[in-house]
């Protein structure tokens, strides 16, 4: 973590239509709400953006310290992919040491570790959220809507921020209907999630 282990960044992968940066809104406001952090900030990638193309989107959580900083962050405490196909080898490289991948694919977090060479430690969390969104009707103009089950999976990986935090943020970023609904999506998610540490 930057800034002697006392701010944690974090970059959301994915594409546009997927919920990125609606996501990153919704961390820093779980950040808050779990009491664990004193500042939250969040921010989206810069340029255009459109649907199905790459984006990304960064929060920056602080346990005791001033946020000042508006940076793009290029070496991430905790990657989170929406979107497995717009992983590339930087991407994978520059996640911190002892940091926290969070993935949504079908390959088990063994399986994510041998098929991207990681030699770095860190923790893995996998759950294949586009299946999970197909089933349940989640996805417009065929893109899976996967950003509030990716944030459950975290909750698995992440001691800081509980489950119940998350969902109390979803409530409050997306309002009492849409949030009951998606905040209930994020705790099924976590039974899909598995989990590796090395």
Same mark, same amino acid.
Do not use: H
């Given at each position: +973590?930057?800034?002697?282990?006392?701010?944690?960044?974090?970059?959301?992968?994915?594409?546009?239509?997927?919920?990125?940066?609606?996501?990153?809104?919704?961390?820093?406001?779980?950040a808050?709400?779990?009491?664990?952090?004193?500042?939250?900030?969040?921010?989206?990638?810069?340029?255009?953006?459109?649907?199905?193309?790459?984006?990304?989107?960064?929060?920056?959580?602080?346990?005791?310290?001033?946020?000042?900083?508006?940076?793009?962050?290029?070496?991430?405490?905790?990657?989170?992919?929406?979107?497995?196909?717009?992983?590339?080898?930087?991407?994978?490289?520059?996640?911190?040491?002892?940091?926290i991948?969070?993935?949504?694919?079908?390959?088990?977090?063994?399986?994510?570790?041998?098929?991207?060479?990681?030699?770095?430690?860190?923790?893995?969390?996998?759950?294949?959220?586009n299946?999970?969104?197909?089933?349940?009707?989640?996805?417009?103009?065929?893109?899976?809507?996967?950003?509030?089950?990716?944030?459950?999976?975290l909750?698995?990986?992440?001691?800081?921020?509980?489950?119940?935090? +998350?969902?109390?943020?979803?409530?409050?970023? +997306?309002?009492?209907?849409?949030?009951?609904?998606?905040?209930?999506?994020?705790?099924?998610?976590?039974?899909?999630?598995?989990?590796l540490?090395?």
């Amino acid at each position: +973590m930057s800034d002697a282990e006392e701010i944690t960044e974090i970059v959301f992968y994915g594409r546009g239509g997927q919920g990125c940066v609606l996501a990153s809104q919704i961390i820093v406001e779980a950040a808050y709400i779990s009491g664990n952090y004193k500042d939250v900030v969040a921010f989206p990638s810069f340029g255009a953006e459109r649907r199905g193309a790459p984006v990304q989107a960064f929060a920056r959580i602080s346990k005791n310290k001033k946020i000042w900083t508006r940076a793009q962050i290029k070496r991430p405490d905790i990657a989170i992919v929406l979107d497995e196909t717009v992983i590339t080898p930087d991407i994978i490289k520059n996640i911190k040491e002892n940091g926290i991948l969070i993935i949504n694919s079908e390959k088990t977090p063994e399986a994510l570790k041998n098929f991207y060479n990681l030699a770095n430690k860190m923790k893995i969390a996998s759950a294949n959220i586009n299946k999970f969104c197909i089933e349940r009707d989640l996805y417009l103009e065929d893109i899976p809507i996967v950003n509030t089950p990716i944030l459950g999976v975290l909750t698995k990986a992440l001691d800081s921020i509980d489950l119940e935090s +998350m969902k109390k943020a979803i409530i409050k970023v +997306m309002g009492e209907k849409k949030g009951e609904s998606n905040s209930s999506l994020a705790e099924e998610a976590v039974k899909l999630t598995l989990l590796l540490n090395f």
